[in-house]
């Protein structure tokens, strides 16, 4: 495996499969976003402009890497994996320049993106092209990323509510629920229960058996 200098500290790493020139490793660092062979660590593609704390994970589907750089509102975009060099006129399908969360990463499904950012605003976007399709202000404030099942998409604010959105291209808020305790990891989805982890307890929220 070779190496070859660093562009900037490493924020985040993902590995992407499925690609016909081999596995990548996605490195979202402060500099751009970087791609290397997961095999032999050869710098591949890169793309995007410096922002100095990019945190947010990216989401990948069907050939398309959708990722965020949102410190203060930074831009989000989609990039097709595969490239050489800088990508930036080649392999962005779009892009929008501001907008995008801080330490929350985007999830998606069905076709769309969803991200909570954090002043307080959800948004729905189409995936294909980046269009806005929905936002509104639920308050509070997004660092634990959202989760996707059942048809909804279910988010935690660090003030301890629990949003649930119904999903799909006419969404809405259906319920809110307060747990009272901070929530700054992202909850989890097994078997139709829904997990939530606070400072000090683990939620457990689904039917009863029995």
Same mark, same amino acid.
């Given at each position: 495996?070779?190496?070859?200098?660093?562009?900037?500290?490493?924020?985040?790493?993902?590995?992407?499969?499925?690609?016909?020139?081999?596995?990548?490793?996605?490195?979202?660092?402060?500099?751009?976003?970087?791609?290397?062979?997961?095999?032999?660590?050869?710098?591949?593609?890169?793309?995007?402009?410096?922002?100095?704390?990019?945190?947010?994970?990216?989401?990948?589907?069907?050939?398309?890497?959708?990722?965020?750089?949102?410190?203060?509102?930074?831009?989000?975009?989609?990039?097709?994996?595969?490239?050489?060099?800088?990508?930036?006129?080649?392999?962005?399908?779009?892009?929008?320049?501001?907008?995008?969360?801080?330490?929350?990463? +985007?999830?998606?499904?069905?076709?769309?993106?969803?991200?909570?950012?954090?002043?307080?605003?959800?948004?729905?976007?189409?995936?294909? *092209?980046?269009?806005?399709?929905?936002?509104?202000?639920?308050?509070?404030?997004?660092?634990?990323?959202?989760?996707?099942?059942?048809?909804?998409?279910?988010?935690?604010?660090?003030?301890?509510?629990?949003?649930?959105?119904?999903?799909?291209?006419?969404?809405?808020?259906?319920?809110?629920?307060?747990?009272?305790?901070?929530?700054?990891? *992202?909850?989890?989805? *097994?078997?139709?229960?829904?997990? +939530?982890? *606070?400072?000090?307890?683990?939620?457990?929220?689904?039917?009863?058996?029995?």
């Amino acid at each position: 495996m070779e190496s070859g200098p660093r562009q900037g500290p490493t924020v985040l790493q993902h590995a992407v499969r499925g690609l016909s020139s081999g596995p990548e490793l996605i490195v979202n660092s402060s500099q751009r976003v970087d791609a290397y062979d997961a095999r032999t660590g050869a710098l591949l593609w890169y793309v995007g402009g410096a922002n100095q704390f990019p945190i947010p994970s990216p989401a990948f589907h069907d050939g398309v890497l959708y990722m965020t750089r949102g410190y203060r509102s930074g831009p989000y975009m989609a990039v097709r994996p595969g490239g050489r060099g800088d990508v930036s006129g080649s392999h962005v399908v779009w892009q929008v320049p501001t907008g995008a969360p801080y330490v929350s990463s +985007i999830v998606y499904d069905g076709g769309l993106l969803y991200m909570a950012n954090d002043v307080g605003a959800i948004t729905v976007l189409d995936a294909e *092209s980046g269009r806005r399709i929905w936002q509104e202000r639920v308050d509070g404030l997004f660092s634990a990323s959202p989760v996707a099942g059942d048809g909804k998409i279910y988010f935690v604010s660090e003030t301890g509510d629990v949003i649930v959105l119904r999903g799909g291209r006419e969404p809405a808020v259906i319920a809110r629920n307060v747990l009272g305790e901070r929530l700054m990891g *992202s909850p989890a989805v *097994s078997n139709g229960q829904l997990f +939530i982890r *606070s400072d000090d307890r683990l939620f457990c929220i689904g039917r009863r058996s029995g």
